[in-house]
């Protein structure tokens, strides 16, 4: 079998357990990295004793993802806004009681027309700038996913982030998601150009349905994979799976394991 050794598993691939059990679930396939999202540990009632009594048992690596899903911290709505960085933080503070000491957040979208871009950006400025400010007192550090190319979305692209990060700390990174730059786009030119990568989500895409297995999709993964083989950043298997099978998880694996294998033989 081959160790892989920055290889972390998002924890929604397993959405059907306890985030305690996840990691214990991880270790049996080989695997010694889970990112936790705050959303499962939240919706199981997991406690952090539990998770970090895990992480210690099986000897595991963890990195954070910040709860997403019903937020926006670029609103219109200052309170919805707001109420978005607080969720933040409060992801944050469980990435530093579980000593992940990284986390990956989204960024804002619009609420209104194009029109309103530059004010959507002022204000997601404002939003990352003070969920960066908490995050460094912390010892936390955050990493802002470059978003899917959807309607609304304001940041999607290298040049979008790069230029984001002009205003921002330089604590501040990127987490590069592979399912969503443009099937037209060279890989190896496109992740050349992100500034601050500290985290890559790894999965395959198939039209607008994002993170399939690995190899189920229009994605070159095989090429993309090659590219980051060598890479010391963690790469973190995204998908999502409500069932107990766990079939997502092993499809990954299989694909992933095959290649590195293979790149491993040619490359000794």
């Known amino acids: 079998m081959v160790r892989l050794e920055n290889i972390y598993i998002a924890s929604p691939m397993l959405w059907a357990y306890p985030m305690e059990q996840v990691l214990g679930i991880v270790n049996e ?3 010694k990295g889970v990112e936790v999202w705050a959303e499962q ?6 406690t952090v004793r539990d998770i970090v009594h895990a992480k210690e048992k099986h000897g595991m690596s963890l990195t954070c993802h910040a709860a997403s899903w019903d937020l926006n911290i670029a609103a219109l709505n200052k309170g919805i806004r707001v109420q978005s960085v607080e969720e933040i933080k409060k992801s944050i503070l469980l990435a530093e009681q579980m000593h992940a000491g990284n986390i990956t957040i989204h960024p804002g979208r619009r609420t209104m027309s194009k029109e309103w871009t530059n004010w959507h950006v002022k204000v997601l400025i404002e939003s990352l700038n003070e ?14 996913e470059v978003m899917e190319h959807v309607k609304k979305e304001l ?11 002009d205003y921002l700390p330089d604590s501040v990174m990127t987490t590069l998601d ?3 730059i443009p099937s037209e786009e060279d890989f190896a030119i496109y992740y050349s150009q992100i500034k601050r990568i ?6 395959d895409r198939i039209k607008k349905k994002y993170h399939v297995p690995l190899g189920q999709g229009e994605l070159d993964c095989v090429n993309m994979l090659k590219v980051l083989y060598h890479s010391e950043l963690p790469l973190v298997i995204e998908g999502f799976d409500d069932s107990k099978k766990q079939k997502v998880l092993q499809e990954n694996l299989n694909f992933l394991r095959q290649h590195f294998e293979n790149y491993k033989k040619r490359s000794g």
């Open 41 to 46: 540990v939240w919706y199981y009632n997991s």
């Open 198 to 203: 500290n985290k890559i989500h790894i999965s």
């Open 155 to 165: 940041i999607t692209d290298y040049a979008a982030i790069n230029s984001l990060l």
């Open 131 to 144: 969920i960066a400010v908490f995050a460094q007192q912390h010892h936390v550090v955050v990493s802002i």
């Open 178 to 180: 592979i399912a969503h």
């Open 29 to 31: 396939h080989g695997i």
